[in-house]
C-alpha cells in the first residue's frame, strides 16, 4: 500500500515544480532499492524511483515489519521459482524481501521505531529523506500464509500518515 498525501497547496519554485509533499509507503512489495540511484546488489543500476526524493518536498517514510510473511518469504520464493537472484531470503538486506520488510534501502535512510499515536509521539521527519519505521511491534498479527501483510488499521500507523503529510503536528 503506498499514499501519497498532499495537505497543503504545492510549493512550486521556479527550478522544480512539486505537486507530492510527501510519500509514504506502508507495508509494500516493491524492492527495497526502488528509490535508490544505485541498487544496492548493482551499483551500475538505479532503481525505478530512484531521484523521488528529489521531487517531494516532504519525508519519503517506508513503514516495514518482520512478520510480513507475505513481502519477506512469499515475495522473494516467487524470484526463486522465477529463477531470479534469491539470496538471503528473510533477511533484512534481501535483494527481494520488498520494502513492507526491510524498509526502503539504498537512500541513506534513517531508522527509527513506531511510537504511540498522539500528541508528543513525534518522528524525525526531513524533507527529501527516506524513514524507515520499524512496525513489527504493532504490525504483528496474521496468519499463514501472508503473516501480517494485512495487519495495517492501527492508531499508531494512522498517526504517522498524519504526522508525516503534515495534517497534524
Do not use: C
Not at 551499483?43 to 519525508?59: S, V
Not at 521459482?81 to 526491510?102: K, Q, V
Not at 512496525?135 to 508525516?164: C, K, Q
Request: no cysteine.
Amino acid at each position: 500500500m503506498s499514499i501519497a498525501a498532499a495537505p497543503q497547496a504545492p510549493v512550486r519554485s521556479p527550478d522544480r515544480a512539486t505537486e507530492t509533499q510527501t510519500r509514504l509507503t506502508a507495508v509494500p512489495a516493491p524492492l527495497p532499492g526502488t528509490f535508490a540511484p544505485r541498487l544496492p546488489f548493482d551499483n551500475d543500476r538505479k532503481g525505478a524511483l530512484a531521484g523521488i526524493l528529489d521531487r517531494i518536498d516532504g519525508p519519503l517514510t517506508a513503514v516495514h515489519s518482520r512478520h510480513d510473511g507475505a513481502v519477506g518469504t512469499f515475495y522473494p520464493l516467487a524470484s526463486m521459482t522465477a529463477r531470479e537472484d534469491s539470496a538471503g531470503i528473510g533477511d533484512a538486506n534481501s535483494r527481494w524481501g520488498g520494502i513492507g520488510a526491510n524498509g526502503a534501502q539504498g537512500v541513506q535512510a534513517r531508522d527509527d521505531a513506531i511510537r504511540g499515536a498522539g500528541p508528543g509521539n513525534v518522528y524525525p521527519f526531513t524533507a527529501q529523506r527516506a524513514l524507515n519505521v520499524d512496525a513489527s511491534d504493532v504490525v504483528r498479527t496474521g496468519g499463514p500464509p501472508s503473516g501480517a501483510h494485512s495487519d495495517i488499521v492501527h492508531p499508531e500507523l494512522t498517526w504517522i500518515v498524519l504526522t508525516a503529510g503534515r495534517i497534524v503536528g
